[in-house]
């Protein structure tokens, strides 16, 4: 008897020890952020940088871990927020990272600490989500592993992660302000397109006598990003985009790519030559280094989707024992052709959850908005709108307006209460001209969820102010994975295209995009406590007013930190 005892007292200990070695723990970064000159495509100019670095340095966890991250606004004349892409922050919305939404923004000189939990594996990003600093370079990755002695359902020797991003030598301010103005000034297309923070200006076309070393041809900064792979071994590649504007294609010559995660979901495996990604999106694809060791290949990015006035983006990829410096004998593709839409709309349907990790939506769903994406002049300015309302954001974050007790009584003054519509009129509206009417207005009223109900929301592209234009834009959800019912093309018949859905094996991700001319069908259910954007990810569309907000459950959210206030309203909440 005693014996037994003996042997389940050290069961028990053995166990607890076991448990002990896979038990979440806290990570922790501390970060500087600042402005520093960088030519990451041999054009200098001024960049955001992490600790120096741009992009910043890929954030490393395993699920269930807490991540602590210190962030000190080095910027001098600007607010910053850092936004968690892709985590959900349960219980932490206030961690979101989205000035006006979810927080004051960091004041120059502050500091401010993100702390959340990353409740799922996978390939997620971060990146500035304050004015259009995006755009400027503050932006990184952030990769989620499975504890210890928990195995993916596909196999591979090494694990690389690869950012691509577009790039402008104009300023932000310059950006913004053009966008801003009236008549319009576009950012135009960019510069160059940067695999992991590298591309190559043509320096011929603006260096001058007078100013001969604003681009540097041979600058270390843009030397092309190599990629050195083993002979024979599989790689899984992390690919995320924080494009600001531009859809791409990724490619890497003559190798098969298998896509096998998206948005940190598993999918069911398919091969592709061409991976098409918009902004917002991450894919983790399996590549084998199994073709002529001799020589490097290229690794390319095209835009797609817009006509292309950027030169093609590339690196390198290095079979070992080759040097990095030697370029592939071949002529880097241009391809796909950025105006064939069916291989785009292709893989977005072959997007499906794997076999044994499929997570079923709900049968049926308590609440249908349909937000019909097009542009409007208000006021005589161009806007982006939803419904031909252009968003805007208030100066007192929701999040601290509706959490907030002692502010109770003051919401009339803080942002709208009115309702945004949840339709348009689906029925007599032409997508395939431009608005009839192209007048509307702009609001920062917020659509009000009732908690724990299934949400279906129906994008419907349609024609912008430009005759036959129509634009991809890729939607993303904060505080949410959503499931990806349907796409299709033309408009959305709310009796008949449900019937197309796919409720058998959707997968759920953050971000999709919707085609030209077409409309995506996405299902979640509000049951995370909190205010939550959901928003074009093409940076230029969210600052003319592209995006929504959605507020669920705020009642639930307990006790806000007073560090996320002191703007707007809660200005007088701060006591010095």
């Known amino acids: 008897m005693k014996y037994a005892l003996y042997v389940t007292l050290l069961l028990i200990i053995f166990g607890l020890i076991a448990s002990s070695t896979v038990e979440a723990k806290t990570v922790y970064y501390k970060w500087d952020v600042k402005y520093e000159f960088k030519s990451p495509d041999c054009f200098k100019k001024l960049t955001i940088t992490i600790n120096g670095m741009s992009p910043g340095p890929t954030i490393t966890a395993q699920q269930g871990d807490t991540v602590v991250v210190e962030v000190a606004n080095g910027l001098m004349t600007e607010n910053l927020a850092i ?37 799922r594996p996978g390939t997620y990003l971060y990146h500035a989500h304050y004015g259009m600093q995006r755009e400027a370079g503050m932006n990184g990755m952030l990769v989620v592993s499975l504890p210890e002695g928990q195995y993916e359902p596909f196999t591979y020797d090494f694990d690389r992660s690869i950012l691509l991003t577009d790039w402008w030598h104009k300023s932000t301010f310059e950006a913004a302000t053009g966008l801003s103005s009236n008549p319009l000034v576009f950012v135009g297309e960019p510069q160059s397109l940067l695999i992991q923070g590298r591309g190559r200006f043509n320096c011929s076309s603006v260096n001058t006598p007078a100013n001969p070393t604003i681009c540097n041809a041979t600058s270390p900064d843009c030397a092309p990003f190599a990629l050195t792979v083993v002979p024979g071994k599989t790689y899984r590649l992390r690919i995320g985009s924080l494009t600001a504007l531009s859809a791409l294609s990724f490619a890497i010559e003559g190798h098969t790519l298998t896509v096998v995660e998206a948005d940190g979901h598993n999918v069911e495996p398919f091969d592709v030559q061409n991976l098409f990604i918009y902004s917002g999106e991450t894919y983790s694809v399996l590549v084998k280094a199994n073709q002529d060791p001799s020589r490097n290949y290229w690794a390319t990015t095209n835009v797609v989707s817009r006509l292309p006035k950027t030169p093609t983006g590339l690196a390198i990829f290095n079979y070992y024992p080759n040097t990095p410096e030697q370029n592939p004998p071949t002529v880097p593709t241009t391809l796909p052709k950025w105006n064939d839409t069916a291989p785009r709309v292709a893989q977005s349907l072959a997007i499906k959850a794997r076999k044994g990790f499929i997570e079923a939506p709900p049968p049926t769903s308590d609440r249908l908005i349909m937000l019909l994406n097009t542009q409007i002049r208000v006021k005589g300015f161009l806007h982006w709108s939803v419904n031909n309302v252009s968003f805007s954001l208030p100066s007192t974050p929701y999040l601290v307006a509706l959490g907030e007790k002692r502010l109770k009584g003051k919401l009339q003054r803080m942002f709208d209460q009115g309702s945004p519509p949840d339709g348009y009129d689906y029925k007599n509206y032409d997508i395939n001209i431009p608005p009839v009417n192209p007048n509307g207005t702009s609001s920062n009223a917020i659509y009000r969820l009732k908690f724990d109900t299934t949400v279906d929301i129906v994008l419907q592209n349609a024609n912008s102010l430009s005759v036959n234009t129509s634009e991809t834009h890729p939607w993303h959800l904060h505080g949410h994975d959503f499931w990806v019912l349907g796409y299709g093309q033309g408009k959305f018949d709310p009796f008949n295209d449900p019937k197309k859905y796919n409720l058998v094996n959707p997968i759920l991700k953050n971000t999709v995009p919707i085609h030209p001319y077409g409309w995506t069908a996405i299902r979640f259910k509000a049951n995370n406590p909190g205010v939550w954007l959901f928003h074009c990810h093409i940076e230029s569309h969210f600052h003319m007013g592209m995006g929504i907000v959605f507020e669920e459950g705020v009642e639930r959210v307990g006790k806000l930190p007073s560090s996320i206030m002191g703007c707007g309203e809660s200005k007088l909440l701060i006591t010095p």
């Open 83 to 119: 936004h968690w892409h892709g985590i959900r922050q349960i219980g932490t919305p206030w961690a979101d990272g989205t000035a006006g939404v979810s927080q004051c923004p960091i004041v120059p000189g502050d500091t401010f600490v993100y702390t959340f939990i990353v409740d």
